[in-house]
């Protein structure tokens, strides 16, 4: 079997799409598919090209068996609205007309970016193949939940685009149950064509070690309890909040580790001047081999965003990667996330950005222990290896 996977994420990045579309495909190699990738030049957060690669028309590689198709899109970092509605539209572009050059049994497109998702659609019209839509974020509901928009006329013609896409997919694939339900009692779409695959964990790359005593030295954060969120610094992470409260926080001992790149980290770097923080430390974006040597180092692992409804709906995969390495969750995320930690009990969850109850759970989990087979368990419910092979078997069903 052939398949088509279309996605503006791939390694070297190292968000979430660019690691669950990699591993699954990965897996699905193994299976004996016939994986081909098309995506662009590397260059999320910041918008730059990485080392050694070049933002051209085509160029192809094979990554762990899966053919990548890299194609030319017009490259901003992430952040203002114009801008990213240009990349996306260009990679809707490109890898529509290259993708019509593609012989494949199946077409794959995942969001949250929704103009990936038209691409497959067109190609599924024109190359006469089923299409199956992979839905990581409710868009365009969370450009509202992070501010970027407000509902106006470009709003309203993309939710009916949205409708339009859920409609017209053979199959849908979405993260959390959450979605499931949605799509069902708001856009009537049929439960049977929908399949819950939850984000999970690559057991083989992340698992508990000893604190990385060399680094702990370098960062001059021995003795230390450090919090840490690592990940994009995004519109819809609220990381000022953290900086904010963070100076609230008496206890010398404590100090927060914030690692990544986005669209807010300059802004957040200003905000740590002007509050004169002494601690926190924040340092750019690793590769992905190198972020398991950052969690050893962490005693609570923060996953954080803003306070909105849309977002108790969403499941970050960065829960799953923390706990496969027993690093008790400090969560600010409610609904479904919440419903999680508390489920598998790996953590505690606190009002998203309420300063009193963040400053009052921050100080609890620093003083407790969290039982190791409470993260075994959450880890075997969700090992990626498992969750690539269910939904291989759903859409080829």
Not at 186 to 198: A, L
Not at 247 to 271: P, V
Request: glycine fraction near 4%; charge should be positive.
């Amino acid at each position: 079997m052939k398949l088509l996977f279309i996605t503006d994420n791939f390694p070297p990045e190292v968000n979430a799409p660019a690691t669950r579309t990699y591993e699954h495909c990965k897996e699905w190699v193994k299976e004996g598919i016939e994986v081909t990738v098309i995506t662009c030049a590397p260059n999320f957060p910041r918008g730059k090209v990485f080392d050694g690669y070049k933002n051209k028309l085509y160029q192809k590689e094979i990554v762990d068996g899966i053919k990548v198709i890299r194609v030319w899109t017009y490259i901003s970092a992430n952040k203002g609205f114009v801008k990213r509605i240009l990349d996306y539209l260009s990679f809707m572009i490109s890898s529509f007309i290259v993708g019509l050059f593609i012989n494949t049994d199946l077409i794959v497109a995942t969001s949250p970016q929704f103009f990936t998702v038209i691409s497959g659609r067109w190609l599924s019209f024109w190359k006469r193949k089923k299409w199956i839509m992979e839905v990581r974020d409710l868009w365009p509901e969370s450009i509202k939940a992070v501010g970027a928009m407000n509902t106006n006329p470009a709003i309203k013609y993309f939710e009916f685009l949205e409708r339009r896409m859920y409609k017209n997919a053979y199959k849908i694939v979405v993260v959390t149950d959450s979605f499931k339900d949605i799509l069902i009692e708001k856009h009537r779409i049929k439960s049977s064509k929908i399949e819950v695959i939850k984000n999970g964990v690559n057991i083989d790359l992340f698992t508990p070690i000893e604190k990385n005593t060399g680094l702990l030295k370098k960062l001059d954060l021995e003795d230390k309890i450090i919090i840490g969120y690592i990940g994009t610094h995004g519109m819809a992470h609220a990381l000022d909040f953290i900086l904010q409260s963070a100076k609230k926080i008496e206890d010398k001992q404590i100090h927060f580790l914030l690692l990544g790149d986005g669209a807010k980290k300059e802004e957040l770097l200003k905000l740590k001047t002007t509050l004169e923080l002494d601690n926190v430390t924040m340092l750019p974006s690793v590769r992905k081999s190198e972020v398991p040597i950052y969690i050893s180092i962490l005693d609570i692992a923060l996953v954080n965003l803003k306070k909105s409804d849309t977002f108790k709906h969403v499941l970050p995969s960065k829960i799953f990667e923390l706990c496969a390495m027993h690093k008790p969750i400090l969560l600010g995320v409610e609904g479904e996330a919440q419903k999680l930690v508390e489920e598998y009990r790996v953590g505690v969850a606190f009002e998203p950005e309420n300063e009193e109850d963040f400053i009052k759970k921050t100080l609890t989990l620093s003083k407790t222990n969290y039982q190791k087979q409470n993260f075994k368990k959450l880890i075997k419910d969700f090992d990626r290896k498992t969750l690539a092979k269910k939904m291989l078997r759903f859409i080829k069903d």
